[in-house]
Every structure is written in structure tokens, then in C-alpha cells.
């Protein structure tokens, strides 16, 4: 690689005369370099921060021999995937790094089959946890599924990546991981994007071969694991060929020695920059930025040790580079230090910078780490006069109606909030967790708040047990669960917050998107017709706008025997109002209202503020859902217009 | 001890809550960048909320190879668009490098019920001053109607940004200005106006 910020990978790919550069996301870099790699076939679900690979697919115009989708989850998608490339085309799967959990068993299966056209899983990881899940490091996956895996450095990096990763998974005949993270992912950087490829025109292949597509028998399930492990062994020699880990010798022998995984790599020439500075004789470390994160590189590893007499592992989440390093190290008798995770330097916990590059450094070179000099104190202090804004859901959010009508409901039926179990799960509706609705009690996974529930009621808990899930999820994974529960004839209420959109990703299309919105060719699946047909008897459609009828219907279902399913529905707020849409005007009367804040306290809508003497709604956020008119006491805002939402 | 910003690099970090439009004058600004054949990476971050949220944006400009984040007290710019959040922008910032403050106030629902404390401009004026910055002040009141339609704020700090700080010298203010204009057409008048003004409020000096 040289300074100016070409990676080695350019050295290979050859530019034609329409390539451009471009400021895209790391994600948009996935999809481009798919286009590029004249991939067929492109799926996933979306999750942060993934979401943007194929959501930008599916904002071009592609040729009609491809074909874009955002699939029902990730293991759909990921089948979908392989399918396509067990009939010789190339085919890409996106998600986040969850997500990679659910399509995991499908992923073992085919990674020791093995494939016949280019199968690449682009999956997202995210160090530092922005997006609030496990804190979770794909790279074991890689191991343990015994698959190649790529790393981009760099967004640039990312496009050149998913091209390699292509060629790889055909040349050996195996899927190949595109691992990224949130800095990646979500960066905008300058890229010279090429002129997409179509797809080849290949004949599909059908080929029956039980010994290669079924697990039928030992002998069978025993030869895949031999040929999975011989294809790991190819893509490590393929890896060496096509120069993918970067090692850099110092001159001299000794001193430093750096192992970088990925995005680390790109802190390391301003770190030493730094220490060049308040180092004295400071000596350029050796390093290799490995981007084959598997298998280990452990030919460059091993020329490494020989030079060096202090190693450093750079590596975020997991120290999987470091254990391999490790047995490197053991086979090829280096007897020096290695500064990583498992010697207590770093923690296992959150993103990498600068600030690791020198504090690793530093500990091998045994010097004290330069501090950020005496502002310890104005940082310490500064985070704690920083307001807290805890996360709540948006003007004019139907979930919001929801989680009163359940909090009113449980009032009704003369029950405290703190001996009603609420489960909740992933997407938007679990923002009824924080105030003022605290009325959601956990989080898992996709689809888990229905099994948690049935859980509950077997727990001896005296009270009801209520499961609230949204629309993308329940199609996800709740149906499993809704189904075991009316099989099992269990007493809960599953209450389905249907706004139509998969929102918190950034308003994906799901099976209950309305018809006009589904993509071309797409069919609604509508669940008021298909929750009754799951053997649910007692079923009960709510608008979370009308409080009063919605927290009765909730209240009656709490009291019914059986699975009860409540389908809240109203349209994702911010979808609406991007047409044009409101469902209403209110307006404060000034002469009747008391300041007596209840429509801020029992809402928290963002809309709402208190002015000197009366409540004031900011008219350009409000959505006029008129909640905060239906729990005002004093009768002093106005319903204006009823709008069509 | 005052460390200059190395060579040609430049770090800006904006922060602001979501709804601001925080992310769209750094995507400005690193389109600019690459406009003028500087190396850029524009890193977005922001919480789950669609709005409300915080929001913190790292603009790095004129490196190659370059890692996304901008170490701890690095930063040669901060721009924070609401008085609380700018306070995260305390540990960005260098000693000798720039601080500018849109005094906004977005109180905390919270807060606004008394229930939690918000800052004192003064407490976040002194925090700027402890960690070394040169603050200059940009007051929201500059910003006014332009026939009859309210200016946007985020451009009203991006003229500020780009017309009264370092920033101006890596990035030419008339190019970001003529982005912003390309950029939405239909309300050239009303941005050019919001842009001159913040440009115009920092020309009184600090």
C-alpha cells in the first residue's frame, strides 16, 4: 500500500475509462463492488448498520437479469443466497452481525457443501454497540464455520473486497465473509467506482450429487468436513497470492512487531506519527494489517516474529488473531512478549483509535503512555454536565398510543405496572422500555418476546402476561412463537404493533408493507387475514389514536382465556409525513390550558414544550395523532381537522 | 502548550441532536473536500431515535489512509449546534484548535419538566476555555426571516464555520456555498442568505 491512500488492491483491479470517484458509505462500496463483480442475485434483512448495501441496490436502476430483495430474515435470505449459487450464479447476502446468527444454520450446512457460483456474505459487526445489540464479533463465526473472511480497512478498501471475495469463493468453491464494521459501514469516503458488469450469462447448473447437496449419512457428513477444511487451507494459499495481508519489515531486526485486523490499520501511521514525537529513538514498528481475517496468516505472522522481539495485537471485540498468534508464536519459538487482550492491555469491550495504537506501543516499548496531559478533570467534568437524552419515540409515533393503552388497560383491570410482565423485542417498539411509558420490560432477539412470554405463564405468575412485538419482527420470527403459543393453548396477550414498515433500520419494505408500497411484481401479506388463520381466537384490530376504544379492547383481552393477539395499527409516522400525510391539526386553547404539563408528563412528545404560561406544540414536528388532546384534563387542545393518515 | 494541526490535515467534529441537520453540513463539508482533491472521511454517528437524539459527526480532511475516528483532544474544529451536546465536543477539541458554539438550547423533555439539570452557557463556555479551544460564540439570534421563511440553522452554521474559522482556509467558503446552492435549488435565496449571515456574525471577531 502506498501513503496516498491507494491499497494494494488497486494494483490489481484494472480502472476502465468510466470510473469515477465517488463519496459513497462503506456500505454503498459493498453493493457497487457487488455490481461490479457482475453478481445475479442480492438479499438480506435489514440491521444496522448493514442496512445501506442493499439498500442502495434497490434504489438502482439494474439490469433485469438481476434481482434485489429484501427477504422475510436472514436465514431466508441467506437459503435464497445459496440457492442461486448452487446454480452457478453469483449471488451476495447482507446483514448485521444478529442477523448472521439467524441464518448460521443454514450457513454451516452450505459452507461444507460448498458452492458452485460466488456466494458472498457481506456481514456487518458492531464494535461499540451504537446501535444497541450484543456487542458481538462475527469473526468467530468465520472460524468456527471454517469460511474465508475479508476485512476492509478502508471504505475504499470495502469495494476492492467484496470483488476479491468473489473471485475467491469461485476459485475454491466455497462462501466467502465480507466483515465490516460501524466506522466502515457508515464512513463516506472518496472511491474510484468502475462501470458495473452484468451478470454472466450461465446456464444454471441443476446437478444431482446427494454426496455434495444433503448431509445423508456419516460417511457423506464426514467427507464435507474434509472438503470444508481443504478449503479453508486453498483460500489461506489464494490469500498469499493475491498479497492481502500487508507486511511491512522493519530494517533493522528487534524491536516492535504490530498485528492490525481491519479498520486498525488505518490508525496505525498517525499513532506512530504521534509517538515520533515523544518517543525518543523511536523506531518505526514492523506490521502486517491483515485483512484475511481467516484463515490466520500465519506464514507473514511467522516472518513477523522472526524480526521482531515485542508483538502487538490490534484487533477489536475478540482477541481471535491474538490466540492464533499465540500458537504461531509457540510453533515457531519466538520467546517474546505478545501485547494484546489475554495479557489485560485492552479490553474486549468497544472500538479501536488512535489512543490503542499508542497505549499498545507504549506497553511494549515499557513506557508510560502519554497522557492527554492534566484535562482529565474538564473531561470528567464536561460528561457529567452533558444533558442525558434518553431515546423515546417520535412525534406522532402510533407506538405511543400502544404503550398507553396497555399502561391504561392494566390500570382498568386495577393492576400495578410492576406486576404485569410486558415482553418486548427488537425495532422500534421496544423504545416503550423508557419514560414516560416504562412499560416494556426486555429485549432479546427477533421474535424471542412471544416464547418469553409463554415463559412468564408458566413461571406461576398470578397476573396476565402481555408480549409486544412489531410487524417486520413478527414477520421475522414471531410466527414460530405465536403459533407454539395457540398450539400450547397458553394464557397470553400478544399485542402486534403494525405500522407497516421496518422502521428503525431506516424504512425497509416487509410482507406487511402496503400494497402500493411493495416493490414491482411484490405481494401484500395483510395480518389481520393471516393471524386469524393461525388459529388465534380471539383477535382485535386497535388504532393507537383512538386511546379511549384501544385501552378497552386491551383491558377486555386481559381478561379473556387463550392466546389473545390486540393488532394495533397506524402507518410509521415519519412514512406518512414524508408523503404529505398528517392525521390531524390540534391546536392549545391558551385560555384553558393550566401548565399543568400532564400532556408532556403522560405523552413526552417531542412536539410538546412549555412555554411561560401555557404548553406550546411545535407545529413542524407535530403529526396531529391527538394524543396529547385526549389526555389533557382541562379539555385545552383543540382538535382542529381530522386528517387521513 | 499549543499543538498546531500537522501539515495540511484538518479534523472537524460537529455535534448536535437528531433534526438539527448536523449530518448534512458535514456531508457538505466532505463533499467540498473532494471536490478540491483533499482526502476526506465523513463519519456519521447518531443513537437509535430518528430524532432527539445526539448526534456527532467526525470530518477528517486531507489524509490518505486515514481510521474514521479522530483521537481524543485532536481535534482542530468543533462545531456544536445545541449548548448541552456541545460539551461532548469538549474532549475533541485540541489545545489551540477552534471551538464554535451555536448557543441553541434543545432542553431534554426532562428538563423541561424540572426534573433534570441542563447546562449553563457559562459552565460550557468555561469547559471550552479549560480544554485549551478558542471559542468563538455564534449567537442564534443571527438568524432571521428571510422573506417571510425561517433560515435554516445548519447553513447559518455552516457559513460561520467556513467564514469565521481555520476551516475557511482548507475549504474555500464560495465553494461551499456554491454546494449548498446546487444542492437545493428550489431555496438557493433563502440558504445564500442564512450562509452569508453566519459568515457576516463571525466577522465581528470572537
Redesign the interface.
Known amino acids: 500500500?502506498d501513503?496516498?491512500?491507494?491499497?494494494d488492491a488497486h494494483k490489481r483491479a484494472k480502472l476502465s475509462e468510466g470510473a469515477k470517484?465517488q463519496?459513497i458509505t462503506g456500505n454503498e462500496a459493498v453493493a457497487l463492488g457487488a455490481l461490479r463483480a457482475g453478481v445475479r442475485v442480492v438479499t438480506g434483512y435489514p440491521g444496522t448498520p448493514s442496512s445501506g448495501a442493499l439498500g442502495s441496490l434497490l434504489q438502482m436502476d439494474a439490469e433485469e437479469s438481476r434481482h434485489f430483495e429484501w427477504s422475510t430474515n436472514e436465514k431466508i435470505a441467506f437459503d435464497i443466497a445459496a440457492g442461486t449459487a448452487w446454480a452457478g450464479q453469483r449471488a451476495m447476502c447482507t446483514m448485521k452481525m444478529s442477523g448472521l446468527n439467524v441464518a448460521s444454520d443454514s450457513v454451516f450446512s452450505i459452507a461444507h457443501s460448498g458452492v458452485n457460483g460466488g456466494l458472498v456474505i457481506y456481514v456487518a459487526d458492531d464494535p461499540g454497540a451504537?446501535?444497541?445489540m450484543v456487542e458481538q464479533d462475527s469473526r468467530g463465526y468465520a472460524r468456527m464455520m471454517d469460511l474465508p473472511m475479508v476485512e476492509p480497512?478502508?471504505?475504499a478498501e470495502a469495494y476492492e473486497m467484496v470483488i476479491l471475495a468473489f473471485e475467491l469463493s469461485e476459485r475454491i468453491g466455497s462462501p466467502v465473509f465480507v466483515r465490516s464494521v460501524?466506522?466502515?459501514a457508515?464512513?463516506?469516503?472518496?472511491v474510484m467506482v468502475d462501470e458495473p458488469v452484468a451478470p454472466e450469462d450461465r446456464e444454471p447448473i441443476l446437478e444431482r450429487d446427494i454426496a455434495k447437496y444433503t448431509k445423508a449419512g456419516s460417511a457423506i457428513a464426514q467427507a464435507q468436513h474434509h472438503d470444508v477444511i481443504r478449503r479453508l487451507r486453498q483460500a489461506g494459499e489464494a490469500m498469499r497470492e493475491m498479497g492481502l495481508n500487508d507486511l511491512r519489515l522493519a530494517h533493522e531486526p528487534g524491536g516492535v512487531g504490530i498485528i492490525s485486523a481491519g479498520?486498525?490499520g488505518?490508525?496505525l501511521?498517525?499513532a506512530f506519527?504521534?509517538l515520533e514525537d515523544a518517543v525518543p529513538q523511536w523506531r518505526q514498528p514492523s506490521v502486517l494489517r491483515v485483512r484475511g481475517t481467516n484463515p490466520f496468516p500465519a506464514e507473514e505472522a511467522r516472518r513477523l516474529f522472526a524480526r521482531c522481539d515485542t508483538i502487538v495485537v490490534l484487533e477489536e471485540l475478540e482477541p481471535h488473531l491474538e490466540r492464533q498468534a499465540w500458537v504461531e508464536a509457540r510453533r515457531s519459538d519466538f520467546g517474546g512478549r505478545i501485547v494484546g487482550k489475554l495479557d489485560g492491555t485492552f479490553e474486549r469491550v468497544g472500538?479501536y483509535?488512535?489512543?490503542h495504537v499508542v497505549r499498545g506501543v507504549s506497553e511494549a516499548l515499557g513506557l508510560e503512555e502519554p497522557r492527554?496531559?492534566e484535562?482529565g478533570a474538564?473531561?470528567e467534568?464536561?460528561?457529567r454536565?452533558?444533558?442525558?437524552?434518553?431515546?423515546?419515540v417520535?412525534?406522532g409515533c402510533p407506538h405511543r398510543g400502544t404503550f398507553l393503552a396497555i399502561n391504561r388497560a392494566l390500570r382498568q383491570r386495577k393492576l400495578h405496572r410492576d406486576e404485569v410482565m410486558v415482553t418486548g423485542d427488537i425495532g422500534c417498539t421496544i423504545?416503550g422500555m423508557n419514560?414516560?411509558f416504562e412499560t416494556v420490560w426486555n429485549e432479546v432477539s427477533m421474535g424471542a418476546s412471544i416464547g418469553l412470554a409463554q415463559g412468564y405463564v408458566y413461571s406461576g405468575l398470578k397476573t396476565p402476561v402481555i408480549a409486544t412485538i412489531g410487524d417486520s419482527t413478527f414477520f421475522h420470527g414471531g410466527i414460530p412463537g405465536l403459533i407454539n403459543a395457540v398450539q400450547h393453548q397458553v394464557d397470553l396477550t400478544v399485542i402486534i404493533m403494525d405500522n407497516y414498515w421496518t422502521a428503525?433500520t431506516g424504512m425497509q419494505t416487509n410482507p406487511g408493507t402496503q400494497a402500493t408500497f411493495q416493490p414491482s411484481g411484490n405481494r401484500r401479506i395483510d395480518l389481520a387475514e393471516l393471524i386469524p388463520a393461525m388459529g388465534v381466537e380471539h383477535f382485535f384490530v386497535i388504532d393507537p389514536f383512538q386511546l379511549e376504544e384501544a385501552t378497552t379492547t386491551v383491558a377486555d383481552a386481559l381478561r379473556l382465556p387463550g392466546v389473545k393477539v390486540v393488532l394495533a395499527r397506524q402507518e410509521c409516522a415519519?412514512q406518512a409525513q414524508r408523503r404529505g400525510l398528517r392525521a390531524g391539526l390540534v391546536a392549545v386553547d391558551a385560555e384553558l390550558c393550566t401548565a399543568c404539563?400532564r400532556c408532556?408528563?403522560v405523552t413526552?412528545c417531542?412536539s410538546l414544550?412549555?412555554d411561560d404560561e401555557t404548553v406550546s406544540i411545535d407545529q413542524g414536528?407535530c403529526y396531529g395523532c391527538s394524543l396529547c388532546a385526549q389526555v389533557c384534563p382541562f379539555e385545552a387542545i383543540e382538535i382542529k381537522r381530522e386528517g387521513h393518515p | 502548550?499549543t499543538e498546531r494541526s500537522?501539515g495540511s490535515t484538518y479534523d472537524v467534529v460537529l455535534v448536535g441532536?437528531g433534526g438539527q441537520g448536523v449530518l448534512t453540513i458535514g456531508?457538505l463539508m466532505?463533499?467540498a473536500a473532494?471536490d478540491a482533491d483533499l482526502?476526506?472521511?465523513?463519519?456519521?454517528?447518531?443513537?437509535?431515535?430518528?430524532?432527539?437524539?445526539?448526534v456527532k459527526v467526525q470530518v477528517r480532511i486531507g489524509?490518505?489512509?486515514?481510521?474514521?475516528?479522530i483521537?481524543?483532544?485532536?481535534a482542530d474544529l468543533v462545531v456544536a449546534m445545541e449548548r448541552?451536546?456541545a460539551?461532548?465536543g469538549?474532549?475533541c477539541v485540541r489545545?489551540g484548535g477552534e471551538f464554535l458554539l451555536y448557543g441553541h438550547v434543545w432542553?431534554?423533555?426532562?428538563?423541561?419538566?424540572g426534573k433534570?439539570?441542563?447546562?449553563a452557557e457559562e459552565?460550557?463556555r468555561e469547559?471550552i476555555l479549560?480544554?485549551?479551544a478558542r471559542l468563538r460564540y455564534l449567537d442564534p439570534d443571527g438568524l432571521h426571516s428571510c422573506d417571510g421563511a425561517r433560515m435554516p440553522a445548519n447553513i447559518y452554521v455552516l457559513g460561520a464555520a467556513v467564514g469565521g474559522t481555520d476551516l475557511g482556509r482548507v475549504l474555500d467558503p464560495e465553494a461551499v456555498l456554491d454546494l449548498v446552492r446546487r444542492r437545493w435549488e428550489r431555496h438557493a435565496a433563502l440558504n445564500e442568505a442564512a450562509f452569508g449571515a453566519g459568515l457576516e456574525a463571525m466577522s465581528h471577531g470572537p
Open positions: 500500500m501513503r496516498n491512500g491507494k491499497p470517484n463519496l451504537h446501535a444497541g480497512m478502508t471504505v460501524t466506522s466502515i457508515n464512513s463516506h469516503a472518496a479498520v486498525v488505518a490508525y501511521d498517525e506519527a504521534l472500538e483509535g488512535v489512543g492527554a496531559m484535562r474538564v473531561y467534568k464536561a460528561d454536565l452533558t444533558a442525558a437524552r434518553p431515546i423515546t417520535c412525534a423504545l419514560p414516560p428503525m415519519i404539563r408532556i408528563t413526552g417531542p414544550s412549555l414536528l | 502548550m500537522t441532536v456531508r466532505a463533499e473532494l482526502g476526506v472521511n465523513f463519519y456519521p454517528t447518531k443513537g437509535m431515535a430518528q430524532r432527539g437524539g445526539g489524509r490518505g489512509i486515514v481510521g474514521p475516528q483521537p481524543e483532544g485532536r448541552s451536546e460539551l461532548k469538549v474532549t489545545p432542553e431534554p423533555t426532562q428538563v423541561m419538566l433534570a439539570d441542563y447546562p459552565q460550557v469547559l479549560a480544554a485549551g
